[in-house]
Nanobody, 116 residues
Framework: QVQLVESGGGLVQAGGSLRLSCAASGSIFSISAMGWYRQAPGKQRELVAEVTRGGSTNYADSVKGRFTISRDNANNWVYLQMNSLKPEDTAVYYC??????????WGQGTQVIVSS
Protein backbone atom coordinates (compact mmCIF):
# COMPACT_ATOMS: atom_id res chain seq x y z
CA GLN A 1 0.00 0.00 0.00
CA VAL A 2 3.02 2.29 0.49
CA GLN A 3 5.86 2.76 -1.98
CA LEU A 4 9.14 4.36 -0.94
CA VAL A 5 11.83 5.73 -3.25
CA GLU A 6 15.15 7.01 -1.89
CA SER A 7 17.69 9.38 -3.38
CA GLY A 8 20.73 11.37 -2.29
CA GLY A 9 23.34 8.72 -1.62
CA GLY A 10 26.85 8.95 -2.93
CA LEU A 11 30.54 9.21 -2.16
CA VAL A 12 31.71 11.74 0.41
CA GLN A 13 34.88 12.43 2.37
CA ALA A 14 35.02 11.93 6.12
CA GLY A 15 33.64 15.00 7.87
CA GLY A 16 31.36 15.84 4.98
CA SER A 17 27.58 15.86 4.71
CA LEU A 18 24.83 14.20 2.71
CA ARG A 19 21.06 14.63 2.66
CA LEU A 20 18.98 11.56 1.89
CA SER A 21 15.43 11.94 0.63
CA CYS A 22 12.56 9.48 0.51
CA ALA A 23 9.33 9.98 -1.40
CA ALA A 24 6.31 8.08 -0.11
CA SER A 25 3.26 7.29 -2.19
CA GLY A 26 0.16 5.15 -1.87
CA SER A 27 -1.78 4.75 1.37
CA ILE A 28 0.34 7.24 3.27
CA PHE A 29 -2.55 8.06 5.61
CA SER A 30 -1.95 4.67 7.25
CA ILE A 31 1.72 5.30 8.11
CA SER A 32 2.37 5.40 11.85
CA ALA A 33 6.15 5.92 11.69
CA MET A 34 8.89 6.51 9.15
CA GLY A 35 12.61 6.13 9.42
CA TRP A 36 15.97 5.19 8.01
CA TYR A 37 17.87 1.94 8.42
CA ARG A 38 21.28 0.98 7.14
CA GLN A 39 23.20 -2.19 6.42
CA ALA A 40 26.98 -2.26 6.24
CA PRO A 41 28.91 -5.11 4.60
CA GLY A 42 28.90 -8.16 6.85
CA LYS A 43 26.50 -6.61 9.35
CA GLN A 44 22.79 -6.78 10.09
CA ARG A 45 20.41 -4.02 9.12
CA GLU A 46 20.08 -1.51 11.95
CA LEU A 47 17.85 1.42 12.81
CA VAL A 48 19.46 4.80 12.22
CA ALA A 49 16.61 7.20 12.95
CA GLU A 50 12.82 7.23 13.06
CA VAL A 51 9.98 9.67 13.52
CA THR A 52 6.51 8.67 14.68
CA ARG A 53 3.12 9.94 13.57
CA GLY A 54 3.09 12.14 16.67
CA GLY A 55 6.45 13.68 15.81
CA SER A 56 8.71 12.01 18.36
CA THR A 57 12.14 10.92 17.14
CA ASN A 58 14.61 8.21 18.00
CA TYR A 59 18.26 7.87 16.93
CA ALA A 60 20.92 5.22 17.14
CA ASP A 61 23.57 6.20 19.68
CA SER A 62 26.22 6.12 16.97
CA VAL A 63 24.56 8.96 15.01
CA LYS A 64 23.15 11.17 17.76
CA GLY A 65 24.26 14.75 17.33
CA ARG A 66 25.29 14.16 13.72
CA PHE A 67 22.14 12.99 11.90
CA THR A 68 18.71 14.62 11.83
CA ILE A 69 15.50 13.05 10.57
CA SER A 70 12.64 15.22 9.34
CA ARG A 71 9.27 14.71 7.70
CA ASP A 72 7.29 16.77 5.23
CA ASN A 73 3.68 15.73 5.72
CA ALA A 74 2.32 18.00 3.00
CA ASN A 75 4.61 16.63 0.31
CA ASN A 76 4.97 13.10 1.69
CA TRP A 77 8.74 13.17 2.04
CA VAL A 78 11.10 12.05 4.79
CA TYR A 79 14.71 13.20 4.98
CA LEU A 80 17.93 12.28 6.72
CA GLN A 81 20.49 15.05 7.08
CA MET A 82 23.86 13.43 7.77
CA ASN A 83 26.69 15.63 9.02
CA SER A 84 30.21 14.89 10.24
CA LEU A 85 30.19 11.61 8.36
CA LYS A 86 32.61 8.88 9.37
CA PRO A 87 33.94 5.89 7.42
CA GLU A 88 31.89 3.62 9.69
CA ASP A 89 28.74 5.28 8.32
CA THR A 90 29.39 3.54 5.00
CA ALA A 91 26.35 1.39 4.26
CA VAL A 92 23.28 0.99 2.12
CA TYR A 93 20.59 3.21 3.61
CA TYR A 94 16.94 2.18 3.40
CA CYS A 95 13.85 4.30 3.85
CA UNK A 96 11.29 2.59 6.06
CA UNK A 97 7.63 3.05 6.87
CA UNK A 98 5.50 1.31 9.48
CA UNK A 99 2.09 0.91 7.89
CA UNK A 100 -1.09 0.21 9.88
CA UNK A 101 1.10 -0.05 12.98
CA UNK A 102 2.52 -3.46 12.05
CA UNK A 103 3.44 -3.75 8.37
CA UNK A 104 6.98 -2.85 7.35
CA UNK A 105 7.54 -1.15 3.99
CA TRP A 106 10.99 -0.61 2.51
CA GLY A 107 12.63 1.47 -0.18
CA GLN A 108 15.16 0.03 -2.59
CA GLY A 109 18.16 1.45 -0.74
CA THR A 110 20.77 4.06 -1.59
CA GLN A 111 24.52 3.59 -1.17
CA VAL A 112 26.53 5.90 1.08
CA ILE A 113 30.32 5.61 0.98
CA VAL A 114 32.46 7.69 3.32
CA SER A 115 36.14 7.72 2.46
CA SER A 116 38.82 8.03 5.12
Amino acid sequence: QVQLVESGGGLVQAGGSLRLSCAASGSIFSISAMGWYRQAPGKQRELVAEVTRGGSTNYADSVKGRFTISRDNANNWVYLQMNSLKPEDTAVYYCHALNWGTKHCWGQGTQVIVSS
